[in-house]
């Protein structure tokens, strides 16, 4: 097992069969790092286009489709000490009749303290003037390459990965992805600094990062989408629009789990869903929603 250190030098807007920019091996480590959603380096340069760049993509030897592709995200963490939103919700979060009350939409700059682990705007609106926002560093686009050679924008998500901006995805969690593709091909970028549920203003704090990570490789094991893994929940994630049908991808993939892994039937599985189910919204701002099934690993048998 062997420790990488990768500095890019290009980066891609889409998630596809790239060429790799570096061969791993199974139980590797990865140290790298991400530019922001515009490009823009740990000095502030703009050294790529956006929209979310990717770091990538790594080829994982013997990762091939139908086995599962493990990511475990050792470290996440943002590597200047600024990061930038929007600063008025997104038209297609509200009614919309209330967009026309809404200012153009501007760029908000925010002052990143790494070591408080807080974030405040730089200039902050009337009543804004004493908030903080404490840190939870993610990426908001990353995955694999998706199937039959297609390249697919990082604008949006699929059963692939993609930009599916769930929160959830900060250091210490594993994400599971499908294989589609010799290699897997994993890309990771779009760090956020801090993002709340959704990405209603269609940013989090966006922040270039320093990331590390590990990788394993589960021959054999077929999954259908995303799925991850913390402390305290297994997790699925459906990438679809309208949102209810990301709601039943995701649904459907944990349900799928419980019987694989733990040893549930459709009855039982249904049942403990019925009652411990949690649910998360990631992205609604992009053209696939996000939606993340949780189940807490206290109720699992």
């Known amino acids: 097992m062997t420790t990488h250190h990768f500095f890019p030098t290009h980066y891609h807007v889409t998630l596809g069969s790239h060429a790799p920019v570096l061969y791993i091996a199974d139980g590797d480590t990865v140290i790298t790092t991400t530019v922001d959603a515009h490009g823009k380096d740990a000095t502030g340069q703009k050294i790529t ?3 979310n760049p990717q770091t990538g993509p790594f080829f994982v030897n013997g990762a091939m489709p139908g086995d599962t592709l493990a990511v475990h995200f050792d470290s996440i963490l943002p590597n200047r ?3 930038w939103t929007r600063d008025t919700l997104a038209t297609n979060v509200v009614d ?3 967009v026309r009350t809404f200012p153009p939409r501007e760029i908000a700059d ?3 303290d790494v070591e408080r682990q807080i974030a405040k ?3 902050p609106p009337r009543g804004l003037e004493q908030f903080s926002v404490p840190l939870s560093p993610m990426l908001g686009c990353f995955g694999v390459a998706p199937a039959e050679g297609q390249a697919i924008s990082t604008m949006t998500s699929a059963e692939h990965g993609g930009n599916m901006d769930y929160n959830g995805f900060v250091q210490g969690v ?3 992805f499908p294989v589609f593709a010799p290699g ?4 990771v ?3 956020h600094a801090v993002q709340g549920d959704g990405e209603i203003i269609g940013t989090g704090i966006e922040i270039s990062m320093d990331v590390q990570f590990t990788v394993r490789v589960r021959k054999g094991k077929t999954i259908h989408t995303p799925r991850g893994e913390n402390a305290e929940f297994i997790f699925t994630a459906g990438n679809a629009r309208p949102l209810d049908q990301a709601l039943q991808i995701a649904t459907t993939e944990m349900h799928r789990w419980l019987m694989s892994d733990y040893g549930l039937d459709t009855t039982g599985a249904s049942l403990l869903l019925g009652q411990c189910v949690r649910y998360a919204v990631g992205n609604v701002f992009d053209p696939a929603y996000t939606m993340v099934c949780k189940m807490p690993k206290r109720f699992l048998p």
Not at 184 to 187: D, K, N, T, Y
């Open 81 to 83: 000490t600024w990061g």
């Open 174 to 176: 594993t994400a599971y």
């Open 110 to 112: 925010w002052y990143v």
């Open 49 to 51: 286009s956006g929209p």
């Open 184 to 187: 897997a091909l994993l890309c």
């Open 96 to 98: 919309p009749d209330y």
């Open 189 to 191: 970028g779009d760090g």
């Open 121 to 123: 705007l730089v200039s």
